[in-house]
């Protein structure tokens, strides 16, 4: 599987904006999606996960009331939309797969990355 994440930007503090990650391959509905963010220097660390159905979500404490993870298996498409941004959420964004349909919260369960879409929260 590939990917190939977008949708980054500058935004103010408050506002919103949705990240987008398309795959390819065939496989790609058979498995769970996830969003993770790492800054430079620093360690990635887990935002928002999303079953194969987009039954299950799961959210980082810190993004949980802001951001919401989806996907529409027609597009091979996973989103994240981003509102209340705030200053601390400026992090290059990376979407990934996982080998099964379940949620997974650990990088190291996810085998596929996409290239990073970066976020910079003005405030």
């Known amino acids: 599987v590939q990917l190939q994440a977008s949708g980054g930007g500058l935004v103010q503090a408050g506002g919103s904006l949705r990240l987008s990650c398309v795959a390819s391959g065939r496989t790609w509905i058979r498995k769970g999606m996830g969003w993770f963010r790492q800054a430079p220097g620093k360690e990635r660390e887990f935002v928002a996960a999303i079953t194969c159905s987009g039954g299950s979500t799961y959210y980082a404490d810190s993004v949980k009331g802001r951001f919401t993870i989806s996907r529409d298996n027609t597009k091979n498409t996973v989103y994240l939309q981003m509102s209340s941004l705030k200053p601390e959420d400026t992090f290059i964004y990376y979407c990934?797969?996982?080998?099964?349909?379940?949620?997974?919260?650990?990088?190291?369960?996810?085998?596929?990355w996409g290239q990073g879409t970066q976020l910079t929260v003005s405030s």
């Open positions: 990934a797969t996982s080998p099964t349909c379940a949620l997974s919260i650990t990088g190291t369960e996810y085998n596929s």
